[in-house]
């Protein structure tokens, strides 16, 4: 008998799991849990160090507990050794974003770019005591033959696929780079998001953080290269 009223309470479990995949036929379809809907975000600043806005992010993402890239510009780290090392000390990744940031220098030719990748890593390392491994191309864009260079010197190479707007358009507000940084990152599960921690930069250090909120929201991990 004992067995009997168990039989049917199997059963009947079994019943209330079909008819509850039937009422949640999209939920049982495409599972909750699955690696596959994993969404990661690289929040990555461009042509830095500076001291204010530099500092204003770094602040911001201590506070967030958040670590980011920053591809450095050789050149500007002389007088700002203090903040290139806080993005050492607190746990960021420090990359390449060539020497002078000059396009006409830089991509003369393959030795002029070389050298000039050269002279930003050798500041970096004298700096922060840091061998960079990622680099960034100025401009962005592909260089077949530039990449291969990198790549045989151990680099990652890194471009992006959303932008905060904060070099195309002159003069934005922060609400209107938080805008673009959503508008440009929205549907894709892998963001790469290209800001700028240069001196002009004010507003982008102000966006900041409306769109780790943003991430932050839509279930992102932040990560860093
Ligand atoms: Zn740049």
């Given at each position: 008998?004992?067995?009997?009223?168990?039989?049917?309470?199997?059963?009947?479990?079994?019943?209330?799991?079909?008819?509850?995949?039937?009422?949640?036929?999209?939920?049982?379809?495409?599972?909750?849990?699955?690696?596959?809907?994993?969404?990661?975000?690289?929040?990555?600043?461009?042509?830095?160090?500076?001291?204010?806005?530099?500092?204003?992010?770094?602040?911001?993402?201590?506070?967030?507990?958040?670590?980011?890239?920053?591809?450095?510009?050789?050149?500007?780290?002389?007088?700002?050794?203090?903040?290139?090392?806080?993005?050492?000390?607190?746990?960021?990744?420090?990359?390449?974003?060539?020497?002078?940031?000059?396009?006409?220098?830089?991509?003369?030719?393959?030795?002029?770019?070389?050298?000039?990748?050269?002279?930003?890593?050798?500041?970096?390392?004298?700096?922060?005591?840091?061998?960079?491994?990622?680099?960034?191309?100025?401009?962005?864009?592909?260089?077949?033959?530039?990449?291969?260079?990198?790549?045989?010197?151990?680099?990652?190479?890194?471009?992006?696929?959303?932008?905060?707007?904060?070099?195309?358009?002159?003069?934005?507000d922060a609400k209107t780079l938080t805008e673009r940084a959503i508008a440009t990152a929205k549907g894709k599960r892998r963001v790469v998001l290209l800001l700028h921690d240069s001196a002009p930069h004010g507003a982008t250090?102000?966006?900041?953080?409306?769109?780790?909120?943003?991430?932050?929201?839509?279930?992102?991990?932040?990560?860093?290269?």
């Amino acid at each position: 008998m004992q067995k009997k009223s168990l039989t049917i309470a199997v059963f009947l479990f079994g019943l209330l799991l079909v008819l509850l995949a039937h009422l949640s036929g999209r939920t049982m379809a495409t599972p909750v849990f699955t690696f596959a809907e994993e969404r990661e975000v690289y929040l990555t600043f461009d042509d830095g160090p500076s001291t204010a806005v530099t500092e204003k992010i770094l602040d911001t993402l201590k506070a967030e507990e958040i670590k980011a890239t920053f591809f450095v510009v050789g050149e500007r780290i002389p007088g700002r050794e203090k903040t290139l090392r806080r993005i050492r000390d607190e746990g960021h990744t420090i990359g390449v974003h060539s020497d002078s940031h000059r396009y006409e220098t830089i991509y003369a030719s393959d030795a002029a770019f070389l050298e000039d990748v050269e002279a930003c890593a050798d500041r970096i390392l004298k700096t922060a005591d840091v061998t960079a491994t990622v680099y960034r191309f100025p401009g962005g864009g592909r260089h077949p033959s530039k990449e291969t260079l990198l790549k045989e010197r151990g680099y990652r190479i890194v471009w992006w696929n959303a932008v905060c707007g904060d070099e195309e358009i002159p003069g934005a507000d922060a609400k209107t780079l938080t805008e673009r940084a959503i508008a440009t990152a929205k549907g894709k599960r892998r963001v790469v998001l290209l800001l700028h921690d240069s001196a002009p930069h004010g507003a982008t250090a102000e966006a900041l953080p409306a769109i780790i909120e943003y991430f932050r929201g839509e279930n992102y991990v932040f990560k860093a290269f």
